[in-house]
Nanobody, 122 residues
Framework: QVHLVESGGVLVQAGGSLRLSCAAS????????MHWYRQAPGKQRELVAG????????YTDSVKGRFTISRDNAKNTVVYLQMNNLKPEDTAVYYCNCYAKIFAWQSAQDYWGQGTQVTVSS
């Protein structure tokens, strides 16, 4: 099993910055990719950013140029989301997702953290 722990969510003013962290632990054979998703009240969960094992990144259009996803070079099991120029519409619960293989005979699967609340005040 893979256990994900997010941290860093707080209340911040519009225009401010925040860094979220996510640490994966457990019996992990290989992490193929890690992602940040978010879910605002009354809305569907959406992909915010992702990073593959090879370092390729992807972002949803609304955060391009403002958010940066990265990994800890020493620990491939830790991923960050640097969020700059935050807007009230960024308010949501942010979830860490890990697409990982834990057994050689099993396909990679999705694992989720509990989420961390980010609130941006106007």
């Amino acid at each position: 099993q893979v256990h994900l722990v997010e941290s860093g969510g707080v209340l911040v003013q519009a225009g401010g910055s925040l860094r979220l962290s996510c640490a994966a632990s457990g019996h992990i054979l290989r992490i193929n990719a890690m992602h940040w998703y978010r879910q605002a009240p009354g809305k569907q969960r959406e992909l915010v950013a992702g990073i593959t094992s090879g370092g390729s990144t992807t972002y949803t259009d609304s955060v391009k140029g403002r958010f940066t996803i990265s990994r800890d070079n020493a620990k491939n099991t830790v991923v960050y989301l640097q969020m700059n120029n935050l807007k009230p519409e960024d308010t949501a619960v942010y979830y860490c997702n890990c697409y990982a293989k834990i057994f050689a005979w099993q396909s990679a699967q999705d694992y989720w953290g509990q989420g961390t609340q980010v609130t941006v005040s106007s």
